[in-house]
Structures are given as structure tokens and as C-alpha cells.
């Protein structure tokens, strides 16, 4: 269901377009790009105050590309900037190098703060970065595989696939009522009552 029509009148001011796409390569591993793309709706006096900045004149036009193994583990990392909106940005591009080695399946964006944090990186690096992780985990199937005993790992870690839902009772119903116990990112069985 789309949202519902405006009843007031309004006027575009900021598109900001994020793009996530993921390719298997014929080595095993995986590419996951992400793009994001900041433009104006209207025409703006640049902050500088050298000139108007055009209607769809990128001011932010970023590209990232990781490159992950089965297990989300990140082997390699590539970043550009096609447009940026001050001279100093591409300096954050070489901090990009320190999530070599760092996993998206935990602790991704605490890696993502450990290393890119601050003046280290940039904000819209570390934007796209973050929410590359749910394309990793939406293409690559493989990295949710777990004993048979085991739920899958989306299980229990949103409204749509908890536990006590009706998505799990239909898919997974030898699930229904697991729950993640205080500090435990592994679900467990529901604790059952002792007979009397």
C-alpha cells in the first residue's frame, strides 16, 4: 500500500536516491555497490556564495563497492566520489581500506564507528556502508545457513519474523515461541513449565 495523497499543497526541495545491488562473481565471492545520489528540486545560491546551484546538479554522488566472501566477511573494498560538495571529501576515501577484513554478518557498524568515525570518514560513506550489509544478507542465502535445530538468523529480529508470529508459525513452525534470552544473540526454545 502507498502512502496516502498529500491534502496540503507542497514544494520538492531535496532528492537524496540510494541504490543497492549485489553480484556473484565466478570466483565465489560477492560484489555489493551501493550509490547514493543527493540532488535539489529548486535552484539554490551555492553556500559559498560563488554562483546558484542547478535543480538535479549532484551535490553528493558517491560510489562504494565491497566485495565479500560467503561467510560476509569484506576481502576487498573500492570507493569513488563523483561529486562531492567541498574540496576536502576524497580524503576520507582512503580510511575505506580499513574495513578490509571486518564482517557484515556482526559487528558491522561497530566497525563501521571503530574505523570510519569522525573526521576518519564520511557521514555518507558511512551511511551506505551501514545498509550495505541488509543487501549482503538479502543475496546471499548461504550466510544464514544453520543446523537444522537452529532458526534461521532473521528469525526473531523484526515484527514480520518473530517468534510468536504468523509468518514463522506458516514457514517455521518448529520455532513458534523461541525467544533471545537477556545479552544473547542466539535464540533459544521456550523454556518449558515442569510437570507437577
Known amino acids: 500500500m502507498p502512502l496516502s495523497t498529500p491534502t ?24 555489493i555497490e551501493g550509490e547514493l545520489l543527493d540532488t535539489k528540486a529548486i535552484d539554490l545560491p551555492r553556500p559559498n556564495g560563488e554562483g546558484i546551484r542547478k535543480a538535479g ?44 577484513g571486518c564482517s557484515m554478518a556482526r559487528g558491522w557498524r561497530k566497525s563501521i564507528d571503530a574505523n570510519l568515525a569522525g573526521v576518519a570518514g564520511c557521514t555518507h560513506m558511512r551511511e551506505l556502508l551501514q545498509n550495505m550489509a541488509t543487501a549482503a544478507f538479502q543475496s546471499i542465502v548461504s550466510a544464514f545457513h544453520t543446523a537444522p535445530d537452529q532458526p534461521p538468523a532473521y528469525l526473531g529480529r523484526c515484527t514480520g519474523w518473530s517468534f510468536n508470529g504468523t509468518a514463522v508459525a506458516q514457514y517455521h513452525p518448529q520455532f513458534v515461541g523461541w525467544i533471545f534470552p537477556e545479552g544473547k544473540s542466539a535464540a533459544q ?8
Open 57 to 100: 546538479d549532484p551535490i553528493h554522488h558517491m560510489h562504494i563497492r565491497v566485495t565479500v566472501n560467503t561467510q560476509l566477511v569484506v576481502q576487498a573494498i573500492e570507493a569513488a566520489m563523483e561529486a562531492h560538495p567541498v574540496q576536502g571529501c576524497p580524503a576520507a576515501l582512503d580510511a575505506m581500506q580499513r574495513m578490509v
Open 189 to 196: 526454545p521456550p523454556v518449558q513449565a515442569e510437570k507437577v
Open 8 to 31: 496540503v499543497a507542497r514544494t520538492p526541495q531535496h532528492i537524496r536516491q540510494v541504490n543497492f545491488r549485489s553480484y556473484e562473481r565466478a570466483d565465489g565471492l560477492w560484489d
